[in-house]
């Protein structure tokens, strides 16, 4: 009897999680640690996520560190993983999570929308000079495969980037690398992306006998609505007003750093305003200079200029994809607490990672991960039972009564029937036929490693 068989032959909790990222393929072990049947349902053939589609390649090591990770998460008995399912399409949310047997739904499938830039036609003018940040870092990361059949973005001297925070940073970093990577080349010199990233360009073009003014290059420009001090690139540990000056010191630091190795530049204190046009394509923006008093943003009137360029990238953060059947609140799904990730009006549907916290980076998608595992669903299933006196992974007093409240609903949910196992198995073997799944996810993942 296969170790599947042995998990379908006795009562267990059945849990499926869309997105086998960080986040869901972390969610994924931990129900299997616990014996808990957890169907991992991935939109794409790998589910790397945004580790392999938005972080920039450079990031070579930490990349194979992730993959490696999420690859023995979800090889764990008692994690199923069923590959290319589209939720809404494929999958209805509705009659997934009221699908007898099943106890939760967990939303783990980040966020990949950009964030919209709210200026009058700018949207028109997609691929016509202006780009949001998803598709560009997805280009870069792509275009070099051999089956890449996307959009080519290619990039431009004078690039104007718009945000602040470590993805405006990188948007701007590809855009400098490949500039002088180009330029590199028509020298006949072969630099790689990575080699470049590593070493910096100004000692990459030293290493070559060049300067930066040898080849008169200008690059890209961020250009934030706030200070320097203000961009989150770092982050305080708490509030006090001692560590926000640090914190303040240490993002100066990190700009200058970032000027000095990738020739950076920063335009704080900078608010766009209006596209200009050229006819049915961008030429640049038009800006407005703004203040910071007492912590308020200010507009400056009467500031207004001009800046001419042939390529805009808007970086101002990501928003989870609108799913059918999934209440919204802004851009936002509609959640009871964050401190638990429950759905409004979804019993036994959570959101976790990115999706939840917004925040976009690994570190924070693993953490949350667990807080909302262990905070919250492990205790709606009935596994792990929390009073609402008792402390809740650091909750806030004020939200352990919501966390409570949230617990309650369920804390006696069943466990799936045999019968109820196999059934629900029976249509993840459809989903498996379809794609030519081979039912074992070692043997998948190597079949279909990234280039």
Known sequence: MSNLDQLLAEPRHLVV???GAVSGSEAAAICAARGVLAVVLEQNTRPYGK????????HDKLRRQEYARIDENLSRPG???VPR???GRDLKLPELAARPGVSAVLLANGAWRD???VLDGIDHLQGKGFVYQNPFVYWFNHYEDTDYAGPAYGVEQGAIVVGGGLASVDVAKIINLELYRNALALR????SIIELEHTGIPKTLAAHHLNVEDLGITGATIYYRRRVQDMPIAFPKDSTPEQIKRTELVREKMVKILAEKYLLRVKDCHIPVAPLRDGERLRGLRFRRSRMEQGKLIEVADSDYEVESKLVISSIGSVPEPLPDIPRKGELYDFIDAA????RGQTGVFGLGNVLTGQGNIKDSRENAHEIMEGAVLAYLGIEERSAGETMLGVAPSRREQISNVIDQAVSTPKATPEQLRSFMNLVYARWREVDYPGHYASWIERHRPT
């Open 17 to 19: 999680i869309c997105g």
């Open 51 to 58: 580790i392999e589609d938005g972080l920039p390649r450079w």
């Open 79 to 81: 994690v199923v993983f």
């Open 85 to 87: 399912v589209t939720l």
């Open 115 to 117: 964030r919209p830039l």
């Open 188 to 191: 006949g010199i072969d630099v």
């Open 340 to 343: 638990t990730g429950a759905v």
